[in-house]
């Protein structure tokens, strides 16, 4: 987190403005065949003459050796340390299904399971439905739950075999609740209670909730409940725009990136269909913000996939927009990752993703490439992404001397 | 801050010396037009033999993004952390007037101001007077308050425009006392009042003081009163002989920098006149202990001026003197900076500072260049300024094995 100290220094020009560009899953290995990893592959004449320009090094985005989820990643790049924001696990999954989560929701994640008349556990996962039928089994849901509980609206999330999520959006969900689950197979669900008083209201209309939900999955012969687990609403911190004295803006294609933009408090710029639309908003709206956080998400699913041709691609796709960031004349232009997905891994890794900070203040290396090696022997080394917003106010002037 | 672990592991060997040269403002930025910094544009011999030869790095003096004054960056440098000292505003400002403020001395921002005569502040800035303007207020009021207010004395320092700085010295003068600054104009002057009992000579002291010097400013238009603020005196710190085991002095042509090792409880060794007396001082007292801080200024004077071929010409002064610091052979010697001035920035800045720690055990790289670029790939990367005196100590052979 920005220390307390350096954010008394935090002064706002209102000429200096910030762009943060994110290729999702940026960071790479090398290909077994070729030696080279996806960026050391790719044809990147703009972003390799920017890097000749920057300070450069590598980000580390939670600590060594700790691969982050994407929400996690994100909060870090906005510079909240992500071990320091409690973050429910609903939460985590609702905003990980791509879900709109706003202040005040309660979300909880789900496993279908299999009970017996007297209410005990007899399958923990309902056999593992399949991800088509865990997608019925939600459709059916969500159709059978037409009517509101109380005040509350209910919102169902398919996932992964048996896992899903519920969603609560209403007044007073307070998330103070405890799990259904009692843990083991063979053992009776447990009434979700309140465990303070301000959780009354949600206890009632969670319980409501699941009294129709077992009604709607009565004839199923397996998934004929569920589990509910990890109550939590998105956490409160303080907000981006408060803690830098900037007005910030989100701009991403998918919806999970705008809302970990929206929980730090961004002004979230629309719903751009492509990283073509994306860059147009940025150019429509320039004028109105100083700070814009640009997600770019093709680089992880590409990376998710193992397809290094793709990515290698999707990095020459961002490459060839790079003049248009740079014709709006940003005091600071910021190119990074929010994690590394390396082809040859298909997954998240913890690896430092490259980063490059643009501006007239930076300690250039004539000899540095946008890539993970080529940054190594960079200005910035390998440094920790809650220290990014600090370096970037410091070189777009908005941060004040410490001290005389 | 040194941990207290490594603390306890501090020993005193008689015969392991150190020198710390502290070129102020040392680290600079690319030349427009050579792509070259300071450092890289200079003929430095002796330096860059030295850095091939020495452990080096690029010490970040606060935090990343931050940009120090020159107190607060010299307390890094002798590793107290400048978040963690409470440096009182008054303290601060009297330090970077060059006032050579003693322990129990009471400092105090101030502005002159235009108040009515029921005591109303009208204006808090009186008008902004030229810097002129303010030396002979200044001057009028040292002159007028001859006359010492009970048993103290006190120090009237100029600034810029409407700020100055008062500094009270005498027995008792604790600092828990409020400003008389209303913050708004349209409101009265507040008394001066002690927060605690032991600040009510203080305050007494003070509030003669006022009456004293509102009479002095009687007939002034305009800056016929003032505003105090940020009552202060200087901070407490565990003594850095203490805290290191090192017999330690200092040496500095201005009168700043003293202050600053007087803080931390450094012997003070004489005042000499220039960089050539400084090194002189050194010589002809070098038997006498075994620490030594030696600071030069004229880097950072050039740097603010934007002048790069004064301070290219600056460094090369002190290139030809590294040969006398090598000569008296201490164990460990580190060239280093208290931050970076670049010329093309004209300020202060945030920029890691290049570092080079020659010792017997220093593991060096023949292709180091003291320069920012030609440091970054060296043994001590980027490091907190709180590290270099552990790191000092262990190469003298002052940090004795933890654990067997």
Known sequence: MIHPKTRELVQSPQDKKIILLVLDGLGGLPHPQTGLTELETARLPNLHRLAARSSGGRMLVVEPGV????????LALFGYHPYEVEFGRGALEALGSEFELEPGDLAARANYATIDERGIVLDRRAARP????????????????????????????????HRFTVVFRGPSLDAALNDNDPQREGRPLLDVLPERPEAEHAATVVGRFLDRAFEVLVDEPKANGMLLRGFSGLPRVVPFGERYGLRAGAIAAYPMYRGVARLVGM???????????????LE???????????????TDTAGHSGDFAEKVQQLETVDAVIPRFEALGPEVLIVTGDHSTPCIHKEHSWHPVPTILRSPLALWRGDAKFTERG??????????ATDLMP??????????????
């Open 67 to 74: 691969t982050p989820g994407s929400g996690p990643a994100h």
């Open 130 to 161: 399949s991800d088509e039928e865990n997608r019925r089994l939600c459709g059916k849901l969500a159709e059978g739950l037409k009517a509101r509980f109380h005040d509350a609206q209910v919102f169902i999330l398919p996932g992964k075999e």
């Open 267 to 281: 002004t979230v710029l629309g719903s751009p269909k492509s990283f073509e639309e994306e860059v147009a908003f």
């Open 284 to 298: 429509a709206r320039y004028g109105e913000l100083d700070f814009f956080f640009v997600h770019f998400k093709h």
């Open 375 to 384: 940054l190594m022997a960079g200005d910035l080394g390998v440094f920790h």
């Open 391 to 404: 370096l970037a106010l410091a070189h777009a002037s908005r941060l004040s001397k410490f001290g005389a």
